[in-house]
């Protein structure tokens, strides 16, 4: 069982659509029966908030139900997951933070870097930033990357 966790600050953006792009092809390949696959925040703001509308709004364009409520990531997270995939830097760091060994640290990544090509390691913040279409595309990108990773390294 592969158990992935993504990690964004408010859990209502960029997470909730790195969790439901990566689901949805997980599905796609008949691999649901072995992810367990969720998504957090770092920060507490949005918590048991639905997705942000047009986050919401994106993935129905592309036939993917997001139905996720927010909630923040704890320490036990490091026990429930296998890898915490943050969606940029700050949120990496922010996991660093909460993590208490090296073993936990070295469950820790960001998300882009599973996109082949990336010029950029962050996922822009569609909540300021606005291209809700573009992360949509990018989780798409990482996902695939992230699967194939995932795969390469199962036991």
């Not at 790195?18 to 649901?32: D, K, N, P, S």
């Not at 073993?103 to 300021?128: C, H, M, T």
């Not at 990108?141 to 995932?150: E, F, H, M, Q, T």
């Amino acid at each position: 069982m592969h158990r992935i966790l993504f990690v964004c600050l408010g859990n209502i953006c960029r997470s909730p659509t790195a969790e439901a792009t990566f689901r949805a092809l997980v599905m796609a390949r008949g691999l649901a029966d072995r992810f367990v696959i969720d998504s957090a925040g770092t920060g507490s703001h949005h918590v048991g908030e639905r997705a942000h509308p047009e986050t919401r709004a994106e993935a129905r364009r592309h036939g993917i139900e997001i139905t996720h409520r927010a909630r923040q990531v704890t320490h036990a997270d490091f026990a429930r997951f296998d890898r915490l995939i943050a969606m940029d830097r700050q949120n990496l760091r922010d996991l660093q933070r909460l993590a208490r060994t090296d073993d936990e640290r070295a469950q820790l990544s960001l998300f882009r870097s599973y996109e082949p090509g990336a010029d950029d390691l962050d996922v822009p913040d569609p909540w300021y930033t606005g291209g809700f279409d573009g992360v949509f595309a990018l989780c798409e990108r990482a996902s695939a990357g992230l699967l194939d990773d995932v795969l390469r390294h199962a036991r």
